[in-house]
């Protein structure tokens, strides 16, 4: 009602009701109906507004959720809140909430919910192409890393689901996609502290391993640094009919890690499958 007739004298009375009896529910046992008190007080002000006031009581939500393990308030707060974020384009605080509250439902096994959310925003599925006891890169990691791809609306969410998988598969601690030719790559997404941007120019000040990255264009393979090396990366070329258009670039922050024959053979895969995904949504900030 909230979403569908927020202006509506019905809504309205209802939703009196409904916070007045989650009120007197809160007073008497906040650990249990606190979360949910605050979870409608935001959901009503992101419908009737102001911004402000919705965050205010979605933030308290997740808050009083997490520190009372209600996973499915705490989840539902997650979404209300990236919804506020989305409204006001703050696309980067939007997907850590989405993001959060896809892995809150995925370990509730509520499976429609996630379905729905991963239909929506196909970046949230996991993307992690090698898993233990397996050889090479694993089928249904494959399988939906090539349904997130298909899915993918907007060079962010693109951009997205690439870096993420990156991430997922090796454990890298960082991760950039680079794109254009061999002589004028540029940094266009990254992968770092837990989150991916995209880069607001070519001429964003980023440190990798240029000897890597130069290596695998030249080379049209893929390049990692020296076994024991201080700066573990690796570089894969990213080509669609012979013609090199990016590079996928990932690193370890802690000396004498590597990636595996399987990693890098997954990182393969995803630049095969990502290449021609990449091409239909190529651009360049001026």
Known sequence: MMQQAPRERSTAR???????????????????????????????????????????????????????QLLMIGARAHEEAAAVYAETGRTTFRDHMLHSAYQRWLSLGVSVRTDWLAREHP???GHDLVHPGTAGVDPVGAHQLLRALSGARTPADLDNIILQSVVDTTGASRALLLTGPADDLW???????????????????????????????TGGTPR???????????????????????????????????????????????????????????????
Not at 187 to 208: F, K, L, N, Q
Not at 263 to 282: D, R
């Open 123 to 125: 970046w949230l599925l």
């Open 187 to 217: 940094i266009r997404a990254s992968y770092d502290d837990g989150e991916v941007a995209t880069v607001d120019g070519p001429w964003a000040e980023m440190s990798y391993t240029t000897q890597v990255v130069g290596d695998a264009t």
């Open 224 to 286: 990692s640094s020296p076994p024991g090396s201080d700066n573990p990366s690796i570089a894969v070329p990213i080509r669609l009919q012979d013609k090199l258009i990016g590079v996928i670039y990932a690193e370890h922050d802690q000396p004498g890690g590597y990636f595996t024959s399987d990693q890098e053979e997954a990182l393969t895969f995803l630049c095969a499958q990502a290449a021609a995904p990449l091409s239909n949504v190529s651009w360049r900030p001026d």
């Open 14 to 68: 209802f939703v009196r009701q409904t916070l007045a009896m989650h009120r007197k529910l809160a007073n008497g046992s906040p650990e249990n109906y606190g979360a949910a008190h605050a979870l409608v007080q935001g959901a009503w002000a992101r419908a009737r507004g102001p911004v402000r006031r919705a965050e205010r009581h979605l933030h308290r939500a997740v808050q009083l959720a997490e520190d009372n």
